[in-house]
């Protein structure tokens, strides 16, 4: 048995999130469908994380294993374009498997990660098109202060206080390297962030947070206290979660 990446993303409105979940369904189940479908034996599939329900990723990783004898061209090797042209025709039109490469067996599609990058978007006049995909806001929001406050994530190692209540985690400690807003159009913005890893909500709950520092309503210092204090309540709301995106991982 050798071990595969799985590269794909995914449209995560009709998904209870990205792990197998008891009482809906989940991305991680259909992916697992496909596989064991193609490859005719049960398959189990690693990701790189979990998403929430609602949330999107224009790249997910995942590992699985399986014989790869029967993938091989005559010249030994791997036939990818064939394994990921007949995944697709399996998978659900909101799915799609762009990759599927050998790793050596060390690798782990979740622990070897280096950093994951996500972006939250938001849009501040109704447009239709945005919907699924971005937070509408229409209050007025001071963007130049919410990037100061998102800088400070930068110079803190514990975000406890981003963290959802009752999460199992050992540990709330992360390495931000990057956080910023940044305008795309004159009534849409991303924030955009990277670290070596999230906590559960962690990023809608930073989101909201900084949201409540462009409307005024929470100072610089007052921003420094909420993480400092490690306590979710003293946090913002968390944001909706159909509009944010997993945008990358690296290895």
């Given at each position: 048995m050798s071990r595969y990446f799985v590269t794909l993303s995914y449209d995560g409105?009709?998904?209870?999130?990205?792990?197998?979940q008891p009482n809906g369904v989940s991305v991680q189940e259909k992916l697992q469908e496909a596989l064991s479908t193609l490859l005719r034996e049960l398959v189990s599939v690693t990701g790189a994380g979990r998403t929430d329900a609602g949330v999107h990723a224009?790249?997910?990783?995942?590992?699985?294993?399986?014989d790869d004898v029967r993938w091989q061209k005559e010249d030994g090797s791997f036939c990818d374009k064939d394994l990921v042209y007949k995944l697709n025709r399996l998978?659900?039109?909101?799915?799609?498997?762009?990759?599927?490469?050998?790793?050596?067996?060390?690798?782990?599609?979740?622990f070897s990660a280096r950093s994951r990058m996500y972006r939250y978007y938001i849009h501040t006049v109704k447009d239709p098109f945005q919907?699924?995909?971005?937070?509408?806001?229409?209050?007025?929001?001071?963007?130049?202060?919410?990037?100061?406050?998102?800088?400070?994530?930068?110079?803190?190692?514990?975000?406890?206080?981003?963290?959802?209540?009752g999460a199992d985690v050992k540990t709330t400690l992360c390495q931000v390297t990057k956080a910023e807003w940044v305008q795309t159009s004159p009534t849409s913005w991303y924030f955009e962030i990277r670290a070596n890893r999230f906590l559960r909500n962690m990023v809608r709950a930073v989101v909201?947070?900084?949201?409540?520092?462009?409307?005024?309503?929470?100072?610089?210092?007052?921003?420094?206290?909420v993480i400092e204090g490690k306590q979710r309540s003293d946090a913002g709301e968390s944001m909706p979660g159909n509009a944010l995106f997993l945008e990358d991982i690296v290895y």
């Open positions: 409105t009709r998904y209870h999130g990205w792990q197998i224009r790249m997910m990783v995942a590992h699985f294993e399986m998978l659900p039109y909101d799915i799609a498997v762009s990759k599927v490469e050998p790793v050596s067996d060390e690798m782990h599609a979740r919907k699924s995909y971005s937070c509408e806001i229409h209050y007025p929001l001071d963007f130049g202060k919410m990037n100061e406050a998102a800088t400070l994530l930068m110079t803190y190692e514990d975000f406890g206080a981003f963290c959802k209540s909201g947070t900084l949201i409540e520092v462009g409307r005024g309503r929470l100072s610089l210092d007052d921003f420094k206290k």
